[in-house]
């Protein structure tokens, strides 16, 4: 995955499809983007200089709640993010469960969540 700047947008490229491959089968490119813009906006908040969320979604002219979600979701535990590039994340783990739920810091605490059970050695 490479991130790629310009001005003040990032933007991730899968390698799948910057090459036009197709994505895995069952994988869902809703939830995909929303962990990418989730990424790209702490990106771009632990870039700015900014000292809150506040502060930025305000410079940034988005809304402080949605800012406050994707930086949650952009601490997503790695097998997470890897299970839905993968298209077999668990069927719990949709976009709108990502949006709505207080996600636990602990990544064990989100694999339960998510009914992946102990993980820890993924």
């Known amino acids: 995955m490479a991130r790629v700047r310009k001005g003040h947008d990032i933007r991730l490229i899968v390698p799948a499809a910057a090459q036009g491959l197709t994505p895995p089968a069952g994988r869902y490119e809703p939830l995909v983007r929303l962990l990418a813009e989730a990424l790209a906006t702490r990106e771009q908040l632990t870039g700015s200089g900014t000292r809150s969320v506040e502060q930025f979604a305000t410079e940034a002219g988005a809304c402080r709640k949605r800012v406050a979600q ?39 605490d989100q694999h339960r969540l998510f009914g992946l059970g102990n993980t820890a050695s993924r």
């Open 70 to 108: 994707l930086i949650r979701i952009s601490y997503l535990s790695p097998t997470l993010v890897k299970l839905a590039l993968a298209g077999e994340q668990p069927a719990a783990m949709t976009r709108r469960a990502l949006l709505d739920t207080e996600l636990p810091m602990a990544w064990a």
